[in-house]
């Protein structure tokens, strides 16, 4: 099986800066496209960002220039650097990857998520 786990998420004053990890692990052949998304209290859930295999990259509108999302291959992790934080960026963050492993082929796999609040 394979697993996402999501941290670094907290509270925060308006202004500040987190940083979110996502760890896969299992048996894991490759990581593939993953994204980060998020989910505020009566909202649909939203891509805020993403990277694919190969280190490109793509953002909402809502979070360009803020936000910076990375990877690091080598621990089969993602990052998502999160500056100038806004109230309206509270939400639950997960964690999304398509993930190729060793014995079941590709699988799409969720994280259970981390709650980003974003107050004074």
């Known amino acids: 099986q394979v697993q996402l786990v999501e941290s670094g998420g907290g509270l925060v004053q308006p202004g500040g800066s987190l940083r979110l990890s996502c760890a896969a692990s299992?048996?894991?052949?490759?990581?593939?496209?993953v994204g980060w998304y998020r989910q505020a209290p009566g909202k649909e859930r939203e891509l805020v960002a993403g990277?694919?295999?190969?280190?490109?990259?793509n953002y909402a509108d809502s979070v360009k220039g803020r936000f910076t999302i990375s990877r690091d291959n080598a621990k089969n992790t993602v990052y998502l650097q999160m500056n100038s934080l806004k109230p309206e960026d509270t939400a639950v963050y997960y964690c999304?990857?398509?993930?190729?492993?060793?014995?079941?082929?590709?699988?799409?796999?969720w994280g259970k998520g981390t709650l980003v609040t974003v107050s004074s």
């Open positions: 299992g048996s894991i052949l490759r990581i593939n496209d």
């Open positions: 990277i694919t295999s190969g280190g490109s990259t």
């Open positions: 999304n990857a398509e993930v190729v492993n060793r014995y079941l082929g590709r699988m799409d796999v």
